[in-house]
């Protein structure tokens, strides 16, 4: 919505004017105090004109325009991620419905629930904030008034127990050896040996 105002001059007896979108309500609705509210979808053409009539006399009018315009929109992708704590994650904003692609980025509740830089790159605090699922914000230039967002579950970080720690294997002797994944749903491992092939070799089940 957007209000207009008119100056009525030389009319004292009626300084009331008749407002009206021309073009009818597919161009947008006036009330009679002025308030413009543009329509659901942009016209064709996008630009609306408002007219005001003076009462006093129906020849004396004036006209405005109004370009109507799609709302900005503000895209943050990926909308939902998981991060470990102090581990980064890098987002991207689309800004719809405007040239300028601007934004600033922002991370609701402050720093103790991370930081984000000026290209949208995310660092996880380095403890679990309370409660662990926290908001990044993109705000547009273009329009401050229009944002997007995405949600961020900081999780601790993954932590790898292997067992045993410690075995004494004759040449050619095998043992198996098993892991345990913690602070992650996805619990797959691979095996290795650190020094090289020359010390062993490993199979992907740890044997």
Do not use: M
């Not at 325009?65 to 991207?92: H, L, R």
């Not at 601007?102 to 984000?116: D, Q």
């Not at 000026?118 to 329009?143: F, R």
């Not at 932590?159 to 050896?177: D, R």
Request: proline share 6%.
């Amino acid at each position: 919505s957007f209000k207009f105002n008119a100056t009525i001059e030389n009319a004292d007896e009626d300084p009331s004017v008749k407002w009206e979108v021309l073009g009818g309500n597919q161009n947008g609705i006036i009330e009679q105090d002025g308030y413009y509210t543009a329509p659901d979808n942009v016209p064709n053409p996008p630009n609306v004109t408002i007219k005001a009539t003076s009462n006093f006399d129906t020849l004396a009018y004036d006209t405005a325009t109004v370009t109507v315009a799609k709302p900005i929109e503000v895209e943050v992708t990926p909308n939902f991620v998981y991060v470990n704590v102090n581990k980064t994650q890098q987002f991207t904003a689309t800004v719809k419905n405007t040239s300028d692609q601007g934004v600033t980025w922002s991370v609701y509740g402050g720093a103790s629930n991370g930081t984000i830089n000026a290209s949208g790159l995310y660092t996880a605090p380095a403890n679990v904030p309370n409660p662990n699922i926290i908001s990044v914000q993109a705000t547009s230039k273009a329009d401050p008034t229009k944002s997007g967002g995405a949600q961020v579950v900081i999780a601790p970080q993954i932590q790898v127990s292997i067992s045993p720690t410690e075995a004494k294997l004759a040449l050619k002797e095998s043992k198996l050896f098993s892991a345990s994944v913690y602070n992650t749903t996805n619990t797959n491992v691979t095996y290795s040996v650190v020094e090289g092939a020359n010390y062993g070799t490993v199979t992907s089940a740890g044997n």
